[in-house]
């Protein structure tokens, strides 16, 4: 018999937006079944329309409140199985994850369909959206998405400025959509903007964003509207977020899709979003400033020594990226090239090549390190082994190495490990520490948001034992664990590894 399934997401229109591919592979698993989709009158409208929910029961009161009533729903004789695959109640799956992979994890089954959001309009929906928006005043219109419940952005009125600002050469139209009138509206009016308050119903959004020149979000509901099926794909988009967990940069097939995890970030990729809107190419990332030392990935000047026995680096106290600070004892000259080591470089080669859709007969591999290939070159496949440690800016480097990869190549990239079990047992005596040369220690957290603002998506990421091979873990473990026999070591660093505390991480990521 026909199995009936009930799916439950009562808060958020942006929560309810990005379970629906569970509805779609719940039809695709079994054609017969019968589902039923429980949400809030608030935010369940969402899913009005959608040809993969058979019945749409919306319920009165607090969304967050409605809760409460699960369990009950979950007693229902006349359900088989209820599923909750809101990403809040599913944070203990995937520890660390982005929303939308907490969603994916949710389901206890292989999903065999795209994890694409769907959204459907009806015809009138899109009619009257459509002239409502041609009927805004010409020249180049950016949606603006500014209201957000949780803390997922660093978004403040200034920001609006910052947008009219970076933008004010085009003269754009600047729309922001939201429930209640944008707070700094007035003074950005005054200050001669063109701007207007859109209050128009939320599902219009999304035919909004399919005729907009750009799109600026803050990773709310509009933004995840703007990642279903039924959006355009080549819209400029620009998120700016509080990193990876709130962030669409795990999604595939966002490609044009460029996200900012501090204001810093926020800044220059509104600088690109104007270049990209004049059809100029992008500009070259700013370099750090000068003066007291600040972090080099969200420029916060709140900088502590990383570890108390060594000061030449510091760890930024809100992101956590260790750096080699400037001034005398970290003036060491200029940074080595990266460890040649023919063996590991195989290693990786092999690793991207078998990450890579589909490479041809003689891969292409453009090598970080090497003198810069003619400017028209794109490669399968791009080695960056210690570049990025090394890096003055690392989002610059990046950019070049984005640059130089074919759209489907892989990066395959080794960079020395924050939590490395060498450089907290070690400290100055770790190995790639003494050799010199490194100005950053990554986190894992700071290495895949790096990643993802430079326009990456990450296919893997993993702890690595280095350049080294295992001997800086070995010489950790003998220093931490001198009476553990020397057969036990094995399995002690592949524990460590295991932990996330090799010596270096190894990241394969492909442009988004
Ligand atoms: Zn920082």
Redesign the pocket.
């Known amino acids: 018999m026909a199995k009936r399934y009930g799916i439950a997401v009562f808060r958020n229109k942006g929560d309810v937006i990005s379970c629906t591919p569970v509805a779609a592979q719940l039809k695709a698993d079994e054609p017969d079944c019968h589902v039923t989709w429980f949400s809030s009158t608030r935010h369940g409208t969402v899913l009005e329309n959608h040809p993969h929910v058979d019945e749409l029961v919306l319920l009165d009161g607090d969304p967050a409140g409605l809760d409460a009533t699960l369990p009950a729903l979950c007693a229902r004789a006349d359900l088989d199985e209820l599923f909750t695959p809101a990403a809040y109640h599913n944070y203990a799956r995937r520890p660390g994850a982005a929303i939308f992979e907490l969603v994916q994890a949710s389901l206890d089954r292989p999903w065999t369909v795209p994890f694409v959001f769907d959204v459907r309009l009806t015809g009138q929906e899109r009619a009257a959206a459509g002239a409502w928006w041609e009927a805004l005043p010409r020249g180049p219109r950016v949606l603006v998405e500014t209201e957000f419940l949780s803390d997922q952005s660093a978004w403040t009125d200034a920001c609006a400025s910052e947008v009219h600002e970076a933008l004010a050469g085009l003269d754009p139209l600047l729309v922001f959509s939201a429930g209640g009138r944008p707070p700094f509206l007035d003074a950005l009016l005054a200050r001669g903007a063109r701007a207007l308050w859109c209050d128009r119903p939320f599902r219009w959004n999304l035919e909004f964003f399919n005729r907009c020149d750009a799109f600026v979000g803050v990773s709310s509901g509009i933004s995840t509207l703007c990642c279903a099926s039924e959006a355009r794909r080549d819209v400029p988009r620009l998120e700016f977020t509080r990193g990876w967990h709130w962030s669409a940069a795990c999604l595939p097939g966002l490609p044009s899709l460029r996200v900012a995890y501090?204001r810093r970030r926020f800044r220059a990729e509104l600088v690109r979003l104007a270049a990209r809107l004049r059809g100029a190419p992008a500009p070259a990332a700013a370099c750090a400033p000068s003066g007291p030392p600040?972090?080099?990935?969200?420029?916060?000047g709140t900088i502590a020594y990383a570890r108390a026995s060594d000061a030449a680096y510091g760890r930024?106290?809100?992101?956590?990226?260790v750096f080699r600070l400037p001034g005398p004892v970290a003036d060491l000259g200029p940074p080595p090239a990266p460890a040649q080591d023919p063996a590991l470089r195989e290693e990786l080669l092999e690793l991207a090549l078998r990450a890579h859709p589909g490479p041809s007969q003689a891969p292409s591999v453009f090598e970080s390190h090497a003198a810069a290939a003619p400017a028209h070159a794109r490669s399968d496949v791009v080695l960056d082994l210690g570049g990025l440690d090394r890096a003055d800016d690392p989002h610059a480097w990046l950019d070049r190495l984005h640059e130089r990869l074919a759209p489907r190549g892989v990066l395959a990239c080794l960079c020395a490990n924050r939590d490395a079990l060498g450089w907290l047992a070690l400290g100055a005596d770790w190995g790639p520490r003494a050799a010199g040369g490194l100005r950053h220690l990554w986190s894992r957290d700071?290495l895949r948001a790096v990643l993802a603002e430079t326009g990456f998506r990450i296919l893997g990421l993993r702890a690595h034992p280095g350049p080294g091979g295992n001997a800086a873990a070995r010489a950790a473990l003998r220093t931490l664990r001198p009476d553990a026999p020397e057969t036990a070591l094995p399995a002690l660093v592949e524990a460590v590894l295991a932990e996330g505390r090799g010596d270096a991480w190894l990241a394969l990521a492909t442009p988004r």
Not at 294 to 300: K, N, Q
Not at 316 to 321: A, L, N
């Open positions: 501090s600040r972090c080099p990935l969200c420029e916060s930024c106290v809100p992101c956590g990226h700071a």
